[in-house]
């Protein structure tokens, strides 16, 4: 059943026209990719005829990945074939036994989310499911506030009271109860014939009684999970960018070739942007791509050089485990004890490598069990991996490792990244108005009218700024620093941004203009200018053009300020302050 509401919920969004992306290790499971839950096959590397469906396992272990498989056509009918599977064992998501309850985690587009969550109910029924709440309790230092608001309350002055005296009525506090709110994707689902108070009383979310859903009161982790099924159906922004990028370029996301040469590249180098010169110095070209601009992301793909999709899925595990590449595996591979091939990168790899080695399955299993959760491999089975040959800077590594991550999730990420990759080499204007539209946190568009060299001005105070120690840095200048990272790159690469246009500029989507090689930005990149403002904007101008600034504030829902930043970029150049004429406009003075 559970994979069943799963195919449902991901088909309708398919339907619907959205992609959905999986989380975990849910691409473990070749049931649910044959449910289509997962496009992550798990199976090992093979060729398969879209045609006749033949079928050709490849036992070759420099294969860890059949999207690195070389092309082939199929020797009985001719057909291009189709290389596949990623070679993770479904023990990763079911348990050795099989015995795991299913835990089945999906992305939706952002824009999307609320509809998914809507579907399920509708599909379901709304007495059957409800958001997983959560609980909010009081932290240490917010408890330690209240001790010492408490003793000044009773006229006591709290820094002449025994701190011993104020920490132990704050202990009292920790952990307790402060406030409920409801988990961002989580949806419990009840089974037919039962009530949900047998499980949990119910709630508004808020105390909103407006609200469309009721929240479980009680925590879903702390007293649900082993009772009811959950569904984890999170909004993301990878999804919604891919999609944005296909409507724009008609490009089907799910026929991009994986293995194409120009996009791995990027992972090590700059030569597919032809930006083998650049002011940031960069030496590969992953910025702007899903998980892969990260500053640990990128540290690993410049020492560890991964040349295949394998060895991309690889990196995606290293940089998203605890403490499983700094001072571990970054020694071993930069030492050439270890590569991408047969590195610790994902929990599914320890598994894998055991029973290669002729360490009994059971064994393997438990011993992956216990390094991914950071618990070190049990001393009981030392004795085992030593006996089957397990090199001692294998066992070293396992043992600094506190968490791992599934490799479905890394392929999943992988996946993403060479997608979005793909768009950066071949439709470069789109990936840009797609990532300032999705992904930017923040915009100077003034800066970004100026060009490149006030661009690259702008880009080095912000590096003084932050690189600062003595001030603690703020959010927005590391998002306006990374916003003009992506903005250099793309000058250098021969784009730039026109400004916003009344008339042809979107609410909150940047829009491409390829005839002059232009970005047009959307009216939401003004500070304090929101996505309901913006949208009356796009409202109103299908009813005529505005006569005026004046006119523009009474049929929009601009406010003063709103207009006075448009007007100081030269938005309403030639739109004049008031629709009433003048005497002097007809020649009537004297």
């Not at 079911?94 to 299913?102: E, M, Q, R, V, Y």
């Not at 070190?376 to 089957?388: F, G, M, S, T």
């Not at 702008?458 to 590391?478: A, G």
């Amino acid at each position: 059943m559970t994979y069943y509401i799963a195919n449902r919920l991901v088909s309708k969004a398919n339907e619907d026209g959205h992609i959905v992306g999986s989380r975990g290790s849910v691409g473990s499971s070749f049931a649910a990719h044959m449910f289509g839950i997962t496009e992550v096959n798990p199976l090992p590397p093979h060729y398969r005829c879209p045609k006749c469906k033949h079928l050709e396992f490849i036992d070759d272990p420099q294969y860890l990945s059949g999207y690195d498989l070389p092309d082939k056509v199929c020797p009985e009918c001719g057909e291009k074939m189709v290389g596949d599977g990623q070679n993770i064992p479904f023990e990763t998501f079911l348990g050795f036994n099989a015995d795991k309850t299913p835990d089945i985690d999906l992305n939706f587009p952002s824009d999307y989310q609320a509809r998914a969550h809507n579907y399920i109910r509708d599909l379901l029924g709304e007495d059957f499911v409800f958001r997983a709440g959560t609980i909010e309790t009081v932290a240490e230092k917010t408890a330690f506030g209240y001790a010492r608001g408490f003793i000044e309350r009773s006229g006591i002055n709290p820094d002449t009271y025994p701190k011993a005296k104020i920490a132990y009525l704050a202990s009292g506090c920790i952990d307790v109860k402060r406030t409920t709110g409801q988990h961002p994707g989580g949806i419990v689902v009840l089974p037919k014939g039962r009530s949900i108070y047998e499980f949990t009383p119910i709630q508004y979310p808020a105390d909103d009684k407006e609200s469309n859903w009721l929240t479980t009161h009680l925590d879903y982790h702390a007293a649900l999970d082993a009772q009811l099924l959950k569904l984890d159906l999170l909004g993301h922004v990878d999804p919604l960018a891919l999609r944005l990028m296909s409507l724009m370029t008609g490009v089907d996301v799910k026929k991009i070739p994986l293995n194409d040469s120009k996009v791995l590249s990027l992972f090590t180098s700059t030569k597919a942007l032809e930006l083998s010169e650049n002011y940031l110095k960069n030496k590969i070209g992953s910025s702007g791509l899903p998980e892969y601009g990260t500053e640990t992301c990128r540290d690993i793909l410049l020492k560890a050089k991964p040349k295949t999709f394998a060895e991309v899925v690889a990196v995606a595990g290293l940089a998203h485990g605890t403490n499983v590449w700094a001072h571990n595996q970054e020694d071993l591979i930069r030492g050439g004890t270890m590569n991408l091939h047969n590195c610790v990168a994902a929990r599914d790899d320890i598994m894998k490598y055991l029973i290669a080695h002729g360490v009994d399955s059971s064994v393997a299993f438990e011993t992956m069990e216990k390094v991914r959760k950071g618990k070190k491999i049990p001393e009981k089975n030392l004795p085992i991996l030593r006996k089957h040959g397990i090199p001692e800077y294998y066992i070293e590594a396992c043992n600094k490792i506190k968490y791992l991550y599934p490799k479905a999730h890394a392929v999943a990420y992988a996946t993403m990244a060479v997608r979005v990759g793909y768009f950066k080499v071949y439709y470069p204007l789109e990936f840009y108005a797609v990532w300032f539209s999705a992904r930017c946190d923040a915009y100077d568009i003034r800066t970004m009218l100026a060009g490149y060299e006030k661009a690259k001005e702008r880009y080095e105070e912000l590096s003084r700024l932050l690189n600062d120690r003595t001030q603690k840095p703020v959010k927005k200048d590391e998002d306006l620093h990374a916003m003009l990272e992506v903005c250099i790159e793309m000058f250098e690469r021969g784009y730039k941004f026109g400004n916003i246009d009344l008339y042809k500029s979107d609410a909150t989507k940047f829009i491409c203009d390829k005839e002059n090689g232009l970005l047009i930005p959307p009216f939401t990149v003004i500070d304090g200018l929101g996505e309901a403002a913006a949208s009356s904007v796009v409202e109103a101008r299908k009813e005529g053009e505005f006569t005026s600034k004046e006119d523009l504030l009474r049929r929009t829902k601009l406010n003063g300020t709103n207009v006075e930043d448009l007007d100081s970029i030269g938005v309403l150049k030639g739109l004049g302050e008031s629709d009433q004429m003048s005497l002097f406009e007809f020649g009537l003075e004297g």
